[in-house]
């Protein structure tokens, strides 16, 4: 674990790990096999580690996605500069893909696809960062899926009580509340979340029940239905989902104000987060968050 962490680092210094949230992310994965520990392979030269990949398939169903058998994923691949040109990281590529396709995927993604994305570590290849990556599967025949990009803003000046006005203007309130989760809607959470949003939003939503961490978590009710919700941890805000044809009484810009209130009165300053696909990158840019990461979310069909 450490040599590997410290060549994470190394290679990855805009996701720094430790070894403790390496062996947690790793081992502690339902879809890791800790008997064969195939998904996971590290390799050597001269008794020093040049490199690591992940390739990941479901063992346990994505919420109503089920196990999604003809879907692979590679979370994480790296190499050390050092040893570039020297083969490790299309070995390491070539045996994730090897290994996928002898487990019957069709479709391999690096990193996730929205709703889905198993070893979550980021959404893609960051394509500022880590160039040498991009090329890396673009030369094996990865293609662009779409381009998610990570956000964050500043809390301090934020025009809250001009934004909570807009955002609960006439016409856009009736019926409508936001509460924080309790005991009694945690029902409620789930059924929409099933009915809405099926997939990976289903487990963060469980996380933060079974951690006791109601007190992160908004609901949206329209006529005592809930039909958003969102949830943050410190400054890192989202998942956040409202259901589309609810749209035009601006819930999300209520859900949203009132987790950034509650965020700030903890002492936050800012708040970020890592993914948001172009619609959603323009409603957060209302509330002057700005874009500081581009990502690449890869496919390959076999």
């Known amino acids: 674990?450490?040599?590997?962490?410290?060549?994470?680092?190394?290679?990855?210094?805009?996701?720094?790990?430790?070894?403790?949230?390496?062996?947690?992310?790793?081992?502690?994965?339902?879809?890791?096999?800790?008997?064969?520990?195939?998904g996971a392979w590290v390799e050597e030269r001269e008794g020093k580690t040049v490199g690591f990949v992940r390739a990941s398939k479901r063992t346990l169903g994505n919420d109503l996605m089920g196990t999604e058998d003809e879907s692979g994923w590679i979370p994480v691949i790296f190499a050390d500069a050092a040893h570039r040109r020297q083969g490790i990281g299309t070995?390491?590529?070539?045996?994730?893909?090897?290994?996928?396709?002898?487990?019957?995927?069709?479709?391999?993604?690096?990193?996730?696809?929205?709703?889905?994305?198993?070893g979550y570590v980021f959404p893609g290849v960051d394509k500022d960062a880590y160039s040498a990556g991009m090329a890396l599967f673009q030369k094996h025949g990865f293609v662009v899926d779409h381009e998610p990009i990570g956000m964050s803003g500043s809390l301090l000046d934020l025009?809250?009580?001009?934004?909570?006005a807009e955002a609960?203007?006439?016409?856009?309130?009736?019926?409508?509340?936001?509460?924080t989760l309790r005991p009694d809607t945690v029902d409620a959470?789930?059924?929409?979340?099933?009915?809405?949003?099926?997939g990976d939003w289903n487990t963060a939503a469980r996380g933060k029940v079974k951690g006791g961490s109601m007190d992160e978590v908004l609901l949206a009710w329209l006529d005592d239905e809930v039909v958003g919700y969102c949830q943050w941890e410190g400054e890192h805000f989202g998942p956040f989902g409202v259901r589309a044809d609810v749209r035009s009484k601006r819930l999300g810009a209520k859900l949203f104000l009132e987790a950034i209130r509650r965020i700030k009165a903890n002492?936050?300053?800012?708040?970020?987060?890592?993914w948001a696909d172009e619609g959603a990158a323009r409603f957060y840019h209302r509330f002057g968050l700005e874009a500081t990461r581009r990502f690449a979310i890869l496919r390959k069909d076999l």
């Open 168 to 179: 609960w203007a006439e016409g856009t309130c009736e019926g409508v509340r936001v509460e």
């Open 267 to 274: 002492d936050g300053r800012t708040v970020w987060f890592n």
């Open 189 to 198: 959470l789930f059924a929409f979340l099933r009915q809405a949003f099926p």
């Open 159 to 164: 025009d809250f009580d001009r934004l909570h």
């Open 1 to 38: 674990v450490a040599p590997v962490t410290d060549l994470w680092n190394r290679c990855l210094p805009r996701d720094t790990t430790t070894e403790a949230r390496f062996a947690r992310w790793l081992f502690a994965d339902v879809d890791h096999d800790v008997i064969s520990g195939e």
């Open 91 to 118: 070995a390491l590529l070539s045996k994730a893909i090897d290994h996928l396709r002898s487990r019957g995927a069709k479709t391999i993604w690096v990193c996730g696809n929205t709703g889905s994305a198993p």
